[in-house]
């Protein structure tokens, strides 16, 4: 039975748990629950810190999980990246008040609090910077007008909460970061129930970015038509009843699909329909 490490709380634990879902999996129903099993899908899922999951992880008894990748690298555990999922994105910087620093050579004798202390320290010894790292839970925002650092360098998606805390980044973003699935540094990469999670995750990742689009167009327009549309192998094209007309059938990026659809109608592709796909395996 795969053993798989989830989020139980915090920004991670609502859409891993909905990706989850799309993806076929039994999850838990109430959030006091610390691990269920999927009989169906022979798989159990351990409900645990954010924090803690690159930990169990490494340790060997869980086979995968998801976390962010700045908390994956915060922790220093033994594991590695295997499928970035795209959400809970975010950057990860230094701030401070307005006209304090510019880059991080200023950080030179100053004191940085961070929830992060990993990335932070590693960070700076990277750079070459002599500064002092003080660890805070959270809310770390409200060190500095409470005295207890100069900078602080924490996760940014908005950017609302440090406006509110009159702060203003500076410096390279120190890392971009997102949810991740997790795995053992040099674990089986082939091992077939692995390789079917993941391939259930890629198909809710390709459903979520992906439409499907068909629509009619004269033989003559079908080589223009089929470079709006070249869809990810190639398109289905079909013979419609009436001569000289196809029926073409492709995936398209959703973002991209009313462009395409008036690129189409532009060159005289008719009865054009984007339709959306719940499940895949690529
Ligand atoms: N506002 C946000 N937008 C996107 N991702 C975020 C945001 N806040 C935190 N994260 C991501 O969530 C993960 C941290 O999860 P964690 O549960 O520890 O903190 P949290 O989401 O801030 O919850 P908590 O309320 O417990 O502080 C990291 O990968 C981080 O990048
Ligand atoms: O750029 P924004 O859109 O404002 O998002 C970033 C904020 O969200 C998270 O905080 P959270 O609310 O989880 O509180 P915390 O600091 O206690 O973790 C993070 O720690 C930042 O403070
Ligand atoms: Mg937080």
Not at 13 to 36: N, T, V
Not at 140 to 150: D, N, P, Q, R, S
Not at 166 to 191: C, H, N, Q, Y
Request: net charge negative; glycine share 8%.
């Amino acid at each position: 039975m795969l053993r798989i490490a989830v989020p139980n709380k915090g920004s991670l634990s609502g859409p891993a748990a909905d990706m989850l879902h799309e993806a076929g999996y039994q999850q838990r129903r109430e959030s006091k629950e610390l691990r269920i099993v999927d009989p169906v899908n022979d798989v159990e899922f351990f409900y645990l810190r954010p924090r803690d999951i690159a930990i169990y992880v490494s340790s060997g008894q869980l086979d995968i999980g998801i976390t962010g990748r700045d908390l994956l690298i915060d922790s220093g555990a033994d594991a590695e990246e295997i499928l970035p999922l795209g959400f809970a994105r975010s950057t990860f910087r230094f701030a401070s008040k307005p006209g304090e620093a510019n880059g991080v050579a200023d950080l030179k004798g100053k004191t940085v609090a961070t929830s992060y202390e990993g990335i932070v320290a590693g960070h700076l010894a990277e750079q070459g910077i002599d500064a002092s790292v003080v660890h805070l839970d959270g809310a770390v925002e409200t060190a500095i007008e409470l005295g207890v650092a100069e900078v602080i360098a924490d996760v940014v998606e908005t950017g609302t909460s440090l406006r509110n805390a009159g702060l203003e980044v500076f410096g390279e973003p120190i890392m971009k970061s997102e949810a991740v699935v997790i795995r053992r540094t040099g674990a089986d990469a082939e091992e077939p129930k692995v390789q079917q999670f993941l391939r259930r995750l890629q198909g809710v990742l390709v459903a979520r970015t992906y439409v499907m689009m068909d629509y009619d167009c004269r033989v003559e327009q079908l080589e223009k038509a089929v470079a709006l549309t070249p869809g990810l192998e190639s398109p289905t094209v079909s013979p419609l009843h009436n001569e000289g007309w196809v029926a073409v059938r492709a995936m398209v990026p959703a973002k991209e699909a009313q462009r395409i659809m008036d690129d189409l109608y532009d060159i005289g592709a008719r009865a054009i329909l984007t339709t959306a796909i719940h499940a895949c395996r690529l």
